[in-house]
């Protein structure tokens, strides 16, 4: 499965650089997969935008420090969204789907009409 990523990256950017072989590269991917969480494809594409907005704007800013801002920045995202971004959407469905505030409480039987 990885050739096919490789081949896409070859057909792309038209050649191959050996700083792709280096581990800080197949990191980004364990960063956004840890970013995104499970629940959505696109959450996928949000967290690659998010971890590159992060790096671009520390670097630019923080040329020294870069790394620990994003450091910093999935630390909070796995202190405040353990289940990722992508968990965002999922609490928004849910809540359309069933609202709790007219839900029976548990334990209590309702009067019959």
């Known amino acids: 499965m990885c050739w ?3 081949a896409l990256a070859l057909m792309a950017q038209r050649h191959i650089d050996p700083q792709f ?3 800080t590269t197949s990191g980004e991917f364990v960063f956004i997969a840890v970013l995104a969480g499970y629940q959505s494809v696109a959450a996928v594409f949000l967290a690659s935008v998010a ?6 704007f520390s670097n630019l800013y923080l040329p020294n420090t870069w ?3 994003l450091g910093v920045f999935l630390l909070a995202v796995i202190l405040f ?4 971004i ?3 959407w999922l ?3 849910r809540g359309k789907r069933y609202d709790t505030s007219r839900a029976p ?5 309702e009067a019959l009409p």
């Open 67 to 69: 790394q620990l801002v």
């Open 4 to 6: 096919k990523g490789g």
């Open 21 to 23: 072989a280096y581990w």
């Open 51 to 56: 971890l590159e907005l992060v790096r671009s």
């Open 86 to 88: 992508g968990s965002l």
């Open 81 to 84: 969204l353990p289940r990722g």
């Open 91 to 93: 609490r928004e469905r």
């Open 105 to 109: 409480l548990a334990g209590k039987k």
